[in-house]
């Protein structure tokens, strides 16, 4: 089946330094990775939609220039969260699939962010 | 704007029963509706789908009705077992340009199963 790796998978960093969190597709290729952040007992909040080659598409509210998103080949998206604060702690998710008229989103194991 | 509304917010039910979520919709767009499973940690993992033109899928013990009237969705889980503890999310999504589908996710249901 299709699986999706991110990592790390546990980071903790001071404020004010950036983190970068990685998210794979092992065995096929990704046209399209999305980004999901979640807080505590709460549901997934889309951040961006990433395509290969092209610029990140963010959903209303987040910032682009906080959350660099780069999906530079078709198995590869990062996520960097850039001057973190204590309030960007979260879990932070990926998903691809692989365009045409694929429907299944397979998810990452995400990602805990700490920011101290 | 919540556009897939979730309930119960929390279900707990004994071994054996039967587990019952429920989602409604608003945008009549939506053409796609999963269910994801997710546990303390992980990321969600798909656990069954529907499209509007069939009212049932089936698949083990979990089954999905589908009422496109009433534009709502419910997750039953039969047999529920404690392995089944976990957060259930409902979603909904739209086929779009280029093919990829965005997906909005409901407010999720923990479950848990009690022996």
């Known amino acids: 089946g299709a699986v999706v790796s991110q990592h790390p998978s546990w980071v903790i960093c001071k404020s004010g330094t950036s983190v970068k969190i990685e998210c794979r597709s092992l065995d096929f290729q990704a046209t399209t990775m999305f980004w999901y952040r979640q807080f505590p007992k709460q549901s997934l909040m889309l951040m961006a939609t990433s395509n290969e080659g092209s610029k990140a598409t963010y959903e209303q509210g987040v910032e682009k220039d906080k959350f660099l998103i780069n999906h530079a080949s078709l198995t590869l998206s990062t996520l960097t969260v850039t001057s973190a604060h204590p309030e960007d702690s979260s879990f932070y998710i990926c998903?691809?699939?692989?365009?045409?008229?694929?429907?299944?989103?397979?998810f990452g194991p995400g990602t805990r962010l700490l920011v101290l | 704007q919540q556009q897939v509304k979730q309930s119960p917010q929390s279900l707990i039910v004994q071994k054996g029963g039967i587990s019952i979520i429920n989602c409604a919709y608003e945008?009549?767009?939506?053409?796609?509706f999963p269910w994801y499973q997710q546990f303390p940690g992980k990321g969600p993992a798909l656990l069954i789908a529907?499209?509007?033109?069939?009212s049932e899928k089936k698949e083990g013990r979990f089954t999905i009705s589908f009422n496109k009237s009433a534009k709502q969705f419910s997750l039953h889980i039969m047999d529920s077992q404690p392995g089944d503890s976990a957060t259930y999310f409902c979603a909904a999504s739209k086929e779009r340009s280029g093919g990829y589908q965005k997906v909005t996710f409901g407010t999720g249901t923990k479950l848990q199963v009690i022996p």
């Open positions: 945008n009549t767009a939506f053409d796609y």
């Open positions: 529907i499209r509007p033109d069939v």
């Open positions: 998903s691809a699939n692989s365009g045409g008229l694929q429907e299944t989103q397979y």
